[in-house]
């Protein structure tokens, strides 16, 4: 399935999630009808359906806690309906024990609910070989679910998570960028910076749906570097929020400040260039590392200089930005080393040459 036919057919609601379940379900049946004829055919699809979610993972251990309910109601229902006939007396007794070992047992709360369920159907439909036929056809449905779960992708998934956190990088930094201007690119700069918050997490999102699927293996070792990345870039956008709090709370002839839009902008250059070396194939003309110490020591130049013609008040609200325009710089600089350490050795050895790891930087100053 293509990527454009893809967006066609979620149009009319044919979404990726409902072709899983329909697949899941249709085959499960397919499957225990074959192997068992006509008994209880409705428990494979139903634990298709219900254990179906949107990673392999997330369907692995909902499919693992609905058998762990289904064999402990079941149990529990086989030794009491040995000694007390269908009644609200062995009802209730089922459903004490059953839920009660689940609970002191520290059970999670799906298989929890999935006791009390088996232990009534189970007492209903009571003889001895409910049970193996429920536990085995339950597991016949997690089985193709999980099947299905790891073949039926989105088209093209890692380039689009990618470019989600491509396009979230470059809407930090101008975000940053535009936090220092004032007025209508203030705002515009808060769209973007929310906006950019959304991006990262669809792509941790779509990228968690990647894991343990038949498209993650060729794709593995740019998924974990992806995940790095992605993970620093939240980093970034928590303390990028964090500056545009503080930004609101300083006087505009502080906060819309030529010093202050140059600070901003070369700090807002280091994202950006981040994003572009890590998340694209475009070549990058300039040195991450060099954007850095520039950005820093214009941090620091300006901050020592404002020390010197600021009240004491004002000092302590700007070491707040600086320190947290210091942060960022941080953050990218362990990306890049990070992303650096993870590379093949000769790749390795060659971009070792140009990394130095400033050991002074603005945090020593404030």
């Given at each position: 399935?293509?990527?454009?036919?893809?967006?066609?057919?979620?149009?009319?609601?044919?979404?990726?999630?409902?072709?899983?379940?329909?697949?899941?379900?249709?085959?499960?049946?397919?499957?225990?009808?074959?192997?068992?004829?006509?008994?209880?055919?409705?428990?494979?699809?139903?634990?298709?359906?219900?254990?179906?979610?949107?990673?392999?993972?997330?369907?692995?251990?909902?499919?693992?806690?609905?058998?762990?309910?289904?064999?402990?109601?079941?149990?529990v229902s086989l030794i009491v309906g040995r000694f007390l006939d269908i009644g609200i007396l062995s009802i209730l007794l089922i459903l004490l024990l059953g839920i009660g070992i689940a609970t002191a047992c520290r059970i999670n709360i799906q298989a929890v609910s999935q006791v009390g369920v088996t232990s009534v159907l189970a007492l209903t439909f009571y003889h001895d070989h409910y049970i193996?036929?429920?536990?085995?056809?339950?597991?016949?449905?997690?089985?193709?679910?999980?099947?299905?779960?790891?073949?039926?992708?989105?088209?093209?998934?890692?380039?689009?998570?990618?470019?989600?956190?491509?396009?979230?990088s470059l809407l930090l930094a101008d975000s940053l960028s535009g936090m220092a201007t004032g007025g209508r690119d203030a705002a515009k700069a808060q769209k973007a910076l929310t906006r950019s918050g959304e991006l990262l997490a669809k792509s941790?999102?779509?990228?968690?749906e990647m894991q343990f699927t038949l498209s993650h293996y060729p794709c593995r070792s740019g998924l974990r570097g992806l995940t790095q990345a992605t993970a620093h870039l939240q980093k970034v956008h928590f303390y990028v929020k964090e500056i545009a709090?503080?930004?609101?709370?300083?006087?505009?002839?502080?906060?819309?400040?030529?010093?202050?839009?140059?600070?901003?902008?070369?700090?807002?250059?280091?994202?950006?260039?981040?994003?572009?070396?890590?998340?694209?194939?475009?070549?990058?003309?300039?040195?991450?590392?060099?954007?850095?110490?520039?950005?820093?020591?214009?941090?620091l130049a300006w901050f020592s200089e404002l020390q010197g013609i600021c009240p004491l008040t004002a000092i302590r609200d700007l070491g707040a930005v600086f320190s947290h325009l210091n942060r960022v710089l941080e953050v990218i600089e362990q990306a890049d080393y990070a992303a650096v350490s993870a590379a093949p050795l000769p790749a390795r050895a060659e971009a070792a040459r140009s990394i130095h790891l400033v050991n002074n930087g603005l945090s020593h100053k404030l």
């Open positions: 399935m293509n990527e454009g036919l893809q967006d066609r057919l979620e149009k009319f609601g044919l979404s990726l999630y409902m072709i899983r379940i329909t697949l899941a379900a249709s085959l499960s049946w397919v499957a225990v009808h074959s192997l068992y004829g006509d008994h209880y055919l409705y428990f494979a699809p139903l634990a298709a359906i219900l254990i179906t979610q949107g990673t392999v993972k997330a369907s692995l251990e909902k499919g693992f806690y609905r058998l762990l309910g289904i064999v402990l109601g079941g149990t193996v036929w429920r536990v085995a056809e339950t597991l016949i449905g997690v089985l193709i679910a999980l099947l299905i779960n790891m073949i039926i992708v989105p088209p093209k998934g890692f380039v689009k998570v990618k470019s989600l956190a491509l396009e979230g941790v999102r779509l990228r968690q709090d503080e930004l609101s709370l300083l006087p505009a002839h502080y906060a819309a400040a030529d010093w202050m839009v140059e600070v901003a902008g070369a700090t807002a250059d280091c994202i950006a260039l981040y994003g572009t070396k890590t998340l694209s194939d475009a070549e990058v003309q300039r040195s991450l590392q060099e954007s850095l110490r520039h950005a820093r020591d214009l941090q």
